[in-house]
C-alpha cells in the first residue's frame, strides 16, 4: 500500500486559495488519488477523486503531475467552514491506510 | 447517493458488556465495509475488511474475539465490542464500497464510552 506524506497543519484566511500537496512516491500503476475532509466528531467525507491530470468538482479542485507521486488538493476561496482536517489516500479496490491528514485552520 | 449510516451514534456502557454497532449502506450495495478506530486528536486506523457472506480480515493487533464483524448482507454489517473495557472507548467509524465503484464512503461515526 502507498504511503502518503502531507503537513500537519496550514493556516489560512477566509476568501484565500488553499492548496495541500501530498507526496505519495511509490504509488502504484492502478492507484487512484483520493480526499477525504473530516470535522470533529463525524466520519470523513468523500471530496475528490482523480488518477491523473486535474479534477474538478463543485468543492475543489486535484492536480497530479505526470509522474503522480504527488498531488494537490486546491480549495478555492476558504471559508471558516473549511477548517477541517483533509485526508489524502491512495490506492485501488484495497482498503485505505489514513495518514496523519493534514489539520487546515481558517481565520476570519 | 451514497450515504451510510450508523446506529447508535452515541452509546455509553458498563465495563465487561457487548455493544453492537450497526453499519448499513443505505442507497446502494456494499460488497465491501471496513471498520475504523480514532483516538482523539489521532487519525483513522483502520480495524478489519468486510467483505458480504465471508469471514472479516482483521489488521494486525485487532482481536478477532473482541471485535466480532458480520456483514450478512449487501447493506449491513455490524461490529460487537465483546466485553468492553474502557480503554475500548473510541469513535468508530465504517465505510462501505459500492459495487463497481472505487471510492468509499463514510458512515457518520459511533461514539462509545466504556465506563
Known amino acids: 500500500l502507498a504511503k502518503t506524506t502531507q503537513p500537519i497543519s496550514m493556516d489560512s484566511y477566509e476568501g484565500q486559495e488553499v492548496n495541500i500537496t501530498c507526496s505519495h512516491n511509490n504509488i502504484a500503476t492502478n492507484d487512484y488519488i483520493t480526499w477525504y475532509q473530516q470535522f470533529p466528531s463525524q466520519g470523513p467525507r468523500f471530496i475528490i477523486q482523480g488518477y491523473k491530470t486535474k479534477v474538478t468538482n463543485e468543492v475543489a479542485s486535484l492536480f497530479i503531475p505526470a509522474d503522480r507521486k504527488s498531488s494537490t488538493l486546491s480549495l478555492p476561496r476558504v471559508s471558516l467552514s473549511d477548517t477541517a482536517v483533509y485526508y489524502c489516500l491512495v490506492g485501488y479496490t484495497d482498503k485505505l491506510i489514513f495518514g496523519t491528514g493534514t489539520r487546515l485552520q481558517v481565520f476570519p | ?115
Not at chain 2, 77 to 88: K, Q
Request: glycine fraction near 6%.
Open chain 2, 1 to 115: 447517493g451514497a450515504v451510510v449510516s450508523q446506529h447508535p451514534s452515541r452509546v455509553i456502557c458498563k465495563s465487561g458488556t457487548s455493544v453492537k454497532i450497526e453499519c448499513r449502506s443505505l442507497d446502494f450495495q456494499a460488497t465491501t465495509m471496513f471498520w475504523y478506530r480514532q483516538f482523539p486528536k489521532q487519525s483513522l486506523m483502520l480495524m478489519a475488511t468486510s467483505n458480504e457472506g465471508s469471514k472479516a480480515t482483521y489488521e494486525q493487533g485487532v482481536e478477532k474475539d473482541k471485535f466480532l464483524i458480520n456483514h450478512a448482507s449487501l447493506t449491513l454489517s455490524t461490529l460487537t465490542v465483546t466485553s468492553a473495557h474502557p480503554e475500548d472507548s473510541s469513535f468508530y467509524i465504517c465505510s462501505a464500497r459500492r459495487q463497481g465503484y472505487n471510492e468509499q464512503f463514510f458512515g457518520p461515526g459511533t461514539r462509545l464510552t466504556v465506563l
